[in-house]
């Protein structure tokens, strides 16, 4: 009796001290006003736009493992001699940023269970974030007005590429000291600043002495705040913009379907938090990753081989493998061309296309209305065949980047191989583009025949004649209304030959990329009610039939 009455006591202040302190803020800030309408939001509960929860729960992991691991890590590379738990590394001379690496995961309460999973969470987060950009690039939720959230996408993807590989490189064992000095070379490339920026972030030559301090404080302190402060920012937009929705009934480019916040969202986002946080922590309880101990310490005069980086800097490693070995000398400089194009010209050209794509596309559209309807990738054939033959590219070069030991394991020469991989990067990208854009063309084609015959329904029937055929069935309205519900835009009309080159260039890329489809057959009554849900938000009435 005296416990519940206790009990009861502290739930009452405990409520008081809350209504208290939310009154006094809710009297200087619209806080009401602004949970009402946060609460009330409504969410998508398709399964492919919980990629970006992923990405942010990967990302609270993230942050909990590296303040626990700030606190034992030294980003020091003086040298001592090691007397720790480890005894084959004993009394070999090593940097302290090894040593307390090496302490964290030997003698430290739980230190390599940290490490694992925050490694683990790196790999999730870049993996969650990668793909989430890509369902963005083919449902075409990049455009307007969404153009600015995809500049910070790819803003985000680029920092949290920085991120992993400060991450990977702190540890100052051989297999990241072979990564930072790949770095070193990438930086001495560049055409006349490449040495003094090289001594600059070095001090000096490589290795250098300072540059640890520098990286750790970037990993630690300078990224993680760009990347929550773009992740707000990401999160303010989507909530204000709302979210892209597949086509159906009653969905349109003026309004949002889905479940509201409170409860079905928290509650499902809740679980899924966990659910990343229990894989992680299972992943960095049972699979081993980066184990530091079996490289060793960096040495200026050794090199790890028979491993390879992350796969997210992967695509770099083998672009380099594959360049050629082209060098110019040029006023007195020499171009380092083997490696200022793969590691400077290819990822700055990835990116600039990432960046400009969204504007790009418009451009050749002209178009300049709202757009909130998911486009299916079979329904814009040209788009999807180019981000799949640019997956197909970033494949061979991932592979690429471990030529070596492909070669040991199938017995082949390495030059050999790699002249299969230049090959591959060359017509790997073609021969997608062109299958990937002839089977979004065949969907297209099987659903006209859908929308003529009906489907298949399995029943088999004799004619009076004896001849066999089976019955087909009509498709139902909704799934009619998922066919013909398609966003996508018509080719501008021809130029005259009169007009600029530019002008003649955009009309022939327009044709080019939205003039492959199949036209498929459309009721008058589900014309208008697909151009009435497809009207953009700022137009006061939909054209006229």
């Known amino acids: 009796m005296l416990f519940r009455r206790t009990t009861e006591r502290v739930e009452r202040n405990a409520r008081h001290v809350t209504l208290s302190a939310y009154t006094a803020v809710d009297g200087r800030a619209p806080v009401s006003e602004a949970l009402k309408t946060l609460l009330r939001k409504a969410f998508p509960d398709h399964w492919s736009f919980l ?20 606190m034992y890590f030294e980003p020091s590379m003086s040298r001592r001699i090691y007397d720790g738990s480890y005894a084959p590394l004993r009394g070999l001379t090593m940097s302290d940023a090894y040593a307390s690496t090496l302490n964290i995961s030997f003698d430290v309460r739980g230190g390599l269970l940290i490490r694992q999973i925050h490694h683990w969470g790196a790999l ?11 369902r963005v690039f083919f449902t075409g939720a990049f455009r307007r007005p969404r153009e600015g959230n995809w ?41 006349v600043v490449g040495t003094y920026l090289g001594f600059f972030l070095w001090g000096g030559s490589f290795p250098g002495h300072i540059l640890l301090t520098r990286l750790y404080t970037v990993h630690v302190l300078f990224v993680p705040g760009l ?10 937009l989507v909530v204000y913009l709302k979210h892209t929705q597949w086509p159906a009934p009653g969905r349109t480019n003026r309004n949002a379907v889905g479940q509201p916040m409170f409860p079905h969202f928290i509650a499902k986002s809740t679980g899924l938090f966990l659910m990343v946080f229990a894989v992680l922590t299972l992943l960095g309880g049972l699979a081993q990753i980066n184990p530091i101990w079996a490289f060793g310490p960096f040495r200026g005069d050794q090199d790890s081989t028979d491993v390879q980086p992350d796969w997210y800097v992967g695509f770099l490693e083998g672009a380099l493998r594959l360049m050629p070995p082209w060098e110019t000398n040029l006023a ?53 065949a180019l981000g799949v033959a640019a997956l197909v590219g970033y494949a061979v070069l991932l592979a690429a980047g471990g030529n070596d030991v492909f070669a040991s394991l199938f017995q082949v020469s390495v030059g050999a191989l790699t002249w299969i991989f ?67 835009p018509t080719p501008l009309p021809p130029a005259d030959a009169a007009a600029p080159r530019l002008a003649r260039l955009r009309v022939a890329l327009s044709a080019w990329y939205f003039g492959d489809r199949v036209e498929l057959p459309v009721t008058r009554a589900e014309h208008r009610q697909i151009e009435d849900a497809e009207r953009s938000p700022i137009e006061r009435r939909s054209t006229p039939w």
């Open 124 to 134: 999730v987060f870049l993996a969650a974030l990668g793909a989430h950009l890509l």
């Open 332 to 384: 007195g400089h020499t171009l380092m061309w083997n490696v200022l194009v793969p590691a400077v010209v290819l990822p700055g050209l990835l990116f600039l296309v990432l960046y400009a794509y969204p504007f790009f596309e418009r451009w050749l559209t002209g178009d300049l209305t709202e757009h909130h309807l998911c486009d299916r990738p079979r329904d814009v054939p040209t788009r999807t």
């Open 151 to 191: 500049v910070i996408g790819v803003t985000l993807f680029m920092l949290a590429l920085l991120e992993g590989f400060g991450g990977y490189s702190l540890p100052d064992d051989l297999l990241s000291g072979t990564g930072l000095r790949t770095a070193n070379t990438i930086v001495l490339s560049l055409p």
């Open 422 to 488: 230049r090959v591959g990067l060359v017509l790997g990208p073609i021969v997608a583009f062109l299958v990937t854009k002839r089977i979004c063309l065949a969907m297209q084609d099987h659903e006209r025949q859908l929308l003529v015959a009906g489907r298949e329904s399995g029943y088999v029937v004799q004619s009076v004649y004896g001849g066999l055929r089976e019955t087909h069935e009509p498709l139902s309205a909704d799934h009619r209304y998922r066919v013909l519900a398609r966003d996508v």
């Open 51 to 70: 990629l970006g929860e992923i990405a942010l729960y990967s990302l609270v992991v993230l942050v909990l493992t590296g303040t626990y691991l700030t």
């Open 227 to 236: 990347l929550i402060a773009l992740i707000g920012l990401h999160l303010l």
